[in-house]
């Protein structure tokens, strides 16, 4: 690997850790210079532009939600002025479910299309789509001693890689998306093929 490429590998890399930790500060300003114009964010319970998933997650701060994001090693594919990020991540989110307070644990990865383009501060890495890819997850009573049912019907619904995430963010009130990516099947094999049209200079295509 040449010194250029390693160094473009480490812009991404750090695009994709400042997302974590500007989001989960409520650094809004700096958060928004993660993505492009034309980003797109796909999480369970938001499907929308940079700038509405911006205004959506401020909108949440401020009535208390609490999601967290930790992040693990990060895989980057370059081909020119594209990359495709597949990073290993935690999304931790706490809420009362059913009278209980929680904490669920969802373990997957982000896969992010990247785009090196010329703005008004002269070329920067921004995101142009965020598709989270969920593999599992497990929800626990904040006070180990609590009894926590939960209806079977509803857990059911969901699929596995994001089942106890899509019941809590139900129950506060969310919309879920019930199709998103996990760790095998047709969805995720589709995202992959996205990815590589993306590096290959096609539009992304990733529908909702």
């Known amino acids: 690997m040449s010194e250029t490429a390693f160094l473009r590998r480490l812009q991404v890399a750090e695009l994709v850790q400042n997302w974590a930790v500007w989001r989960d500060a409520g650094d809004w300003d700096r958060f928004a210079t993660c993505w492009h114009d034309d980003g797109r964010m796909m999480a369970t319970w938001c499907q929308a532009s940079a700038a509405d998933f911006i205004a959506a997650s401020k909108a949440g701060w401020a009535r208390g939600v609490s999601i967290l994001h930790f992040l693990g090693g990060c895989s980057v594919d370059l081909a020119g002025s594209r990359a495709i990020a597949q990073t290993k991540m ?11 307070l929680v904490d669920v644990v969802c373990t997957g990865r982000f896969h992010d299309f990247i785009e090196e383009r010329e703005g008004p501060g002269g070329r920067r890495w921004g995101i142009v789509l965020r598709q989270p890819i969920y593999e599992k997850d497990r929800m626990d009573p904040v006070d180990p001693a609590a009894r926590l049912e939960l209806d079977p019907a509803l857990l059911a619904r969901f699929p596995e890689g994001y089942r106890h995430l899509a019941y809590l963010q139900t129950r506060i009130g969310y919309t879920v998306k019930t199709d998103m990516p996990g760790l095998t099947g047709e969805r995720v094999q589709a995202l992959y093929a996205a990815g590589r049209a993306w590096l290959a200079g096609a539009p992304h295509g990733w529908a909702e």
């Open 90 to 100: 935690t999304i931790s989110q706490r809420a009362e479910v059913d009278g209980v």
